[in-house]
């Protein structure tokens, strides 16, 4: 499985460096919904961001005095925006294929969005943070409970270094389920985790793999 390079290429980008929205191929017949998941801070933003071929459209607002004492940032001094509803993105597999992408708001104040942003999703990427793994037990029970697979990507935010045993262990994830290592802000790496979940979906719909 590859992404594609030639069929849909990026028309432009704004002076924020950021690629311009470009239309579909009029040969797209297909389109396959992803879900960013995780906790607050793990990077959703910037893996939609870094990955998508189009502009991506976020609905990051400016942190106020109003999350004081609701929003842990903790593990995540240097932020100042968070998303209040998701982010969207677009990336072309082929001529005929592109994955959506949309990256679900961490704040359990904002979980009520989740189940609808789950409605029509062929797949999910868990996006964990080691330094603090609790936060993505509510992201991985909500989609074991809508029975929708996913992949879980170790975000790098140059933490101790955990072995994949003991994240699967503190995560109670199967041997069945990937879990890779990732950085959220290379489009290379971003790439390499859809190209997983992808690969993923289809070694489960073929029978290779059972599902958990």
Not at 104 to 115: D, I, K, S, V, Y
């Amino acid at each position: 499985m590859d992404f594609a390079t030639s069929e849909q290429p990026v028309s432009g980008t704004a002076e924020d460096g950021l690629p311009e929205r470009t239309p579909l191929s009029a040969s797209t017949t297909q389109g396959l919904k992803i879900v960013v998941v995780g906790g607050f801070g793990v990077g959703k933003t910037t893996m939609v961001s870094s990955v998508s071929d189009i502009r991506p459209l976020n609905t990051e607002e400016t942190m106020t005095q109003a999350g004081e004492g609701i929003d842990d940032l903790s593990a995540v001094r240097g932020k100042t925006t968070t998303t209040i509803a998701f982010d969207f993105g677009r990336i072309s597999l082929n001529e005929r294929t592109v994955l959506y992408l949309f990256g679900a708001p961490g704040q359990e104040r904002f979980w009520f969005l989740w189940n609808r942003l789950f409605s029509g999703t062929l797949g999910a990427v868990v996006l964990v943070d080691t330094r603090r793994l609790a936060d993505s037990w509510y992201a991985i029970d909500r989609l074991e409970h809508h029975g929708t697979p996913f992949i879980v990507a170790r975000n790098d935010f140059g933490g101790p270094e955990h072995t994949t045993e003991q994240i699967r262990d503190a995560l109670d994830l199967p041997e069945s389920v990937p879990l890779i290592n990732c950085d959220a802000r290379s489009r290379e790496s971003s790439k390499e985790v859809l190209i997983t979940l992808v690969d993923y979906l289809y070694a489960l719909s073929a029978g290779h793999v059972h599902r958990p």
